[in-house]
């Protein structure tokens, strides 16, 4: 459903007359849906990096590439991978994608919440929580992947990206080579719809076709680490309205929520899923959301999600995603059949029956069969960490989780990965421009791999540092002390106060000249040099003790760890490198990042709806429900500062709330959200 208004509609065929997912959205081509005889880019795989590293190429220099996507699938498919961070936000913001229009499509995020439960104390735990960024700068997203995928595969289409699915690139056949041109992408015939194999002349040839590394397996083999690996296991549950019903302190359905304890951790995330919902019907609600964003309706002046469902057509339901990453290590019982049928089924009700708290918290939901088709109600995945030793040579590049994936904890595969496609995108540009000043093909391939080296070292250290992340965490779940006073205070002291890249400083919003320069220096503060310290003391101390030991207690191994945090971070906290609202952000910490149980208080972001009960960002310019419609009063579109805010915090605010996106610079505002038409709501597929 377009929009009645010449300015904002798209010209694109009917799609009632067309005949299947992939013919509906290649037809959105600019070129159109035959695959080109060149492109100076070829992007293998449809997935969230390869669409943000070609939507990031695209804007970056308007014009200058031919890119092209091809994707094996009829149209965006499930996959796992649903919370993400700032970094993710403010790429969106950059595009103009902000959570006026994309809070209409994904969940809410604010922050993230963590429960370190006691395996030999069982109903003992603590926890550590930290809100996410002030809505009225940057909304934070829990999205599903399929939404996601269409949202951005459109976007691309918009900014003259082709995007070809149900085309599949035949590896064995191609040939990539340096130079310019040099590289013939053979694209395999139509295995559905009979269309012609056809060969693709292209300078760069990109693999983002995730963990299967289907081009650079043939470079090099897999790297896994030393030690231990971790596996998966994970369903889809009802999302319950009454959350005053969970037991756990502070329980809150708009945070990510972590179950932690020594073998590994369960998420807790609550979403919206538009299974179900005819893809050309998905297609005009979303191009309709980005022709509000284009214009930048107000929020208040845009349909909500229920409202949105109903208008185009489209099944919309709240759900929740839990599932369990755990150490490969695990001694499990000799028969597991009591926990039921599958290996996914029995190892997740393994860990619920285990620990006390989780098999309480998990009588609040119930298990959803088949929300993504047949044979979906479980899913695994196992031995998850590996790191490709070689992601770029002569004519290629790799992206995403082509270049290595660590574990879910923390939404590295999606938000830290980010700065592999953005990277890559801006490095593709450079490589290019210079090859064409080169004066032979021997000096053309020599200038593309000198723009290309920094590419490969940072995607190797990238992967290195988010691998000692995750085993400082999975370590420091060995005692429930830990969570709250070290790993977790130093994740978010290193990667929110990272020195110099505060987004605070930097009004909450990114620019093109911006971006790719915190995003490379973010790494979640992994790479900052006194996490570094912290996090290899921890795994020195603790990961040589077996699972299935207690960490010693009091003047030995916790009391130690515990006192090396605390000295390292008041050295850091008092070079001033650091400094931000820490007493706001925080539960448990003062503004000089003392610990204190007693101090419970944070600055308030959200709140639930009175009737739907969604998650709401508070913001007073937003007094409409953005799931359901009702309206809300002053008192609930406040937030709450606590502590008050510094007269230098005021200041910093109001600058960042005067920043507009860089897509939006330059350009007005409008009052009205565009009309759309009504168009058939079902199209035969």
Not at 236 to 241: A, I, K, L, S
Not at 362 to 378: A, C, Q, R, V
Not at 436 to 456: G, M
Not at 522 to 546: C, F, K, N, Q, T
């Amino acid at each position: 459903m377009r929009s009645n208004d010449p300015e904002l509609s798209r010209v694109i065929p009917d799609i009632s007359v067309l005949r299947n997912h992939s013919e509906i959205l290649n037809t959105n081509n600019a070129a159109g849906s035959d695959v080109p005889n060149e492109s100076d880019v070829v992007v293998a795989g449809g997935g969230i990096h390869s669409l943000i590293y070609a939507i990031h190429a695209a804007k970056y220099k308007p014009g200058k590439l031919k890119i092209s996507l091809i994707e094996k699938s009829s149209k965006p498919r499930y996959k796992i991978g649903e919370s993400t961070l700032p970094l993710f936000s403010l790429w969106c913001k950059m595009h103009g994608l902000t959570g006026e229009y994309l809070l209409r499509l994904f969940g809410l995020k604010d922050g993230l919440c963590f429960y370190f439960l006691d395996r030999e104390n069982q109903g003992k735990y603590t926890d550590f929580c930290s809100n996410g960024t002030p809505g009225l700068f940057l909304s934070g997203f829990q999205i599903e992947r399929t939404i996601s995928e269409l949202l951005f595969t459109l976007l691309a289409q918009r900014n003259g990206v082709n995007v070809y699915h149900r085309r599949q690139v035949d590896f064995g056949a191609t040939k990539v080579q340096g130079g310019v041109r040099n590289s013939k992408i053979e694209i395999a015939k139509g295995k559905f719809d009979g269309k012609p194999s056809a060969t693709i002349d292209s300078s760069l040839f990109v693999d983002a076709t995730g963990r299967f590394r289907q081009l650079a397996s043939k470079n090099a083999p897999i790297h896994r680490f030393e030690g231990w690996n971790y596996d998966a296991f994970w369903g889809y549950f009802t999302c319950p309205e009454d959350e005053s019903k969970i037991s756990l302190r502070f329980y809150k359905g708009l945070h990510t929520n972590h179950l932690c304890f020594p073998e590994g951790w369960a998420w807790v995330i609550r979403l919206p899923s538009w299974e179900g919902s005819p893809t050309a019907n998905l297609m005009d609600m979303i191009s309709y959301l980005l022709d509000c964003a284009e214009v930048a309706v107000p929020g208040d002046h845009i349909p909500s999600s229920e409202e949105l469902a109903k208008t185009f057509g489209l099944k919309f339901r709240w759900v929740t995603s839990i599932g369990f990453a755990v150490r490969n290590d695990v001694k499990y019982p000799a028969d597991m059949s009591a926990y039921g049928t599958k290996e996914a089924e029995r190892k997740f009700n393994y860990f619920v029956e285990k620990y006390s708290l989780i098999k309480e918290f998990m009588t609040n939901f119930e298990l959803i069969e088949d929300l993504y088709g047949p044979g979906t109600t479980w899913f695994i995945r196992k031995t998850l960490t590996y790191q490709s030793p070689v992601v770029s040579g002569p004519g290629w590049l790799a992206i995403g989780d082509v270049c290595g994936l660590t574990n879910p904890l923390h939404s590295p595969g999606v938000t830290a990965a980010m700065s592999t496609s953005t990277y890559a995108a801006e490095l593709t540009h450079k490589a290019l421009e210079a090859a064409q000043s080169a004066n032979n093909a021997e000096a053309v391939e020599l200038s593309i791999r000198k723009t290309l080296a920094p590419y490969d070292d940072f995607a190797k250290h990238l992967i290195l540092a988010l691998n000692q992340m995750n085993r400082f965490h999975y370590v420091c779940f060995r005692e429930p002390r830990f969570g709250p006073q070290v790993s977790c205070l130093w994740q978010f002291f290193a990667g929110i106060g990272i020195p110099g890249w505060q987004l605070i400083r930097h009004d909450y919003s990114l620019t093109f000249e911006t971006y790719v320069p915190h995003s490379i220096n973010w790494a979640w503060g992994s790479m900052v040099p006194e996490y570094d310290a912290v996090a290899r003391e921890a795994i020195e101390l603790i990961g040589p003790i077996a699972l299935e030991d207690f960490v010693p207690d009091a003047i030995t191994t916790v009391r130690e760890l515990i006192e090396f945090s605390n000295s390292t971070k008041k050295t850091a906290a008092d070079s001033n490198r650091f400094n931000f609202r820490w007493d706001g952000l925080l539960r448990y910490y003062d503004i000089c990042l003392n610990y204190s149980e007693e101090k419970t208080f944070k600055d308030k972001f959200a709140r639930q709806c009175s009737k739907c009960a969604s998650w709401l960002v508070l913001r007073p310019d937003w007094k409409m429900c953005y799931s359901c419609g009702k309206e809300r009063t002053n008192e609930e579109t406040t937030i709450t500062w606590n502590p008050p805010l510094a007269v230098d915090e005021v200041k910093a605010f109001v600058r960042a709330s005067d920043a507009k996106p860089a897509a939006r610079r330059g350009k007005g505002q409008v009052t009205d959200a565009p009309a759309f038409a009504t168009l058939p709501k079902e199209v035969s597929v």
